[in-house]
């Protein structure tokens, strides 16, 4: 496992801190949870469950209905 040494600024310190307390986590958990999410190549569980959860949501085809015509692409 690695070990990163990170210098902050007080005042972001004690904002880290207050985060990391109202999370129930260690500093250390709290930048590794933080680190993890943003490096993630997938969407997390909370957020791919939903799909598919909107019955009124239109399909793709009613989507691309109103779009008009492509502009002709100048020649290269």
Do not use: C
Not at 3 to 26: C, F, G, N, P, R
Not at 52 to 66: A, H, I, T
């Amino acid at each position: 496992m690695g070990q990163v040494t990170i210098y902050l600024k007080d005042e972001i310190e004690q904002k880290m801190k207050a985060a990391a307390d109202s999370a129930h986590m260690s500093k250390s958990k709290w930048i590794s949870v933080l680190i993890q999410e943003k490096v993630a190549d997938e969407w997390p569980e909370s957020i791919a469950s939903m799909a598919g959860s909107w019955s009124d949501f239109p399909d793709l085809e009613d989507l691309r209905e109103n779009l008009g015509e492509d502009a002709t692409r100048e020649q290269l």
